[in-house]
């Protein structure tokens, strides 16, 4: 686990985890890989928590291997929930023109369509308007993806549209948040990416 850079460029204090005695078999998945992920992310987690480094950065981990482990949690956004002993999380990918915040997240497809609510999403636009604050945007204008192709098209091509997403941007919206959509999500991005929204 790499912890930090020190006053001199170059320099990295490493922290031994304690999680492994000898390094796991490369290229597989073994019970003891997923068991040193999870350390290492728990510890990033509580040095982090402790004011001892300001940020963590995540590397792939191997779901297989945390399932062999044991760990329940499918990645490092639910571990990092449970560490903070939170309902209330999402994963946002931030970038300088597009920063994007996931309804659902390590979710087969097929459940994650059965997974959206109105209510699930009201929620990951509050914590869209609330990280588009932490990173700078007084207002921050945020976009709903519609979930099936042209949103929809006015049930034409599903109802998931307007029936949850629409519901949910206009409660939002009626709460003072900037926000719009269902967007199309073949268009919705490109108009972000373009400055349109944040």
Not at 98 to 106: E, F, K, P, R, Y
Not at 146 to 155: Q, R, V
Not at 176 to 196: K, N, Y
Request: proline share 6%; charged share 20%.
């Amino acid at each position: 686990l790499i912890a930090g850079a020190t006053q001199t460029e170059g320099v990295i204090k490493l922290v031994d985890t304690g999680a492994l005695n000898t390094p796991p078999p490369f290229g597989v998945v073994s019970a003891d890989g997923g068991r040193a992920a999870y350390a290492a992310v728990i510890r990033a987690a509580q040095l982090c928590a402790t004011g001892q480094v300001s940020a963590m950065a995540t590397a792939p981990i191997s779901k297989l291997a945390l399932r062999a482990a044991g760990i329940d949690e499918p990645g490092h956004t639910e571990i990092l929930a449970k560490f903070a002993n939170t309902d209330r999380y999402a994963m946002l990918f931030a970038r300088d023109k597009l920063n994007v915040l996931l309804a659902t997240i390590h979710l087969p497809l097929r459940k994650a369509i059965d997974a959206l609510t109105a209510k699930l999403i009201a929620e990951k636009v509050s914590l869209a308007h609330e990280s588009g604050r932490w990173i700078g945007n007084l207002k921050p204008r945020i976009a709903v993806a519609g979930l099936n192709p042209h949103a929809g098209e006015s049930g034409l091509l599903g109802e998931e549209d307007a029936a949850i997403i629409a519901p949910a941007v206009a409660q939002m919206r009626a709460q003072g948040l900037d926000v719009v959509g269902p967007i199309p999500p073949d268009t919705v991005f490109m108009r972000a990416w373009a400055g349109e929204f944040d």
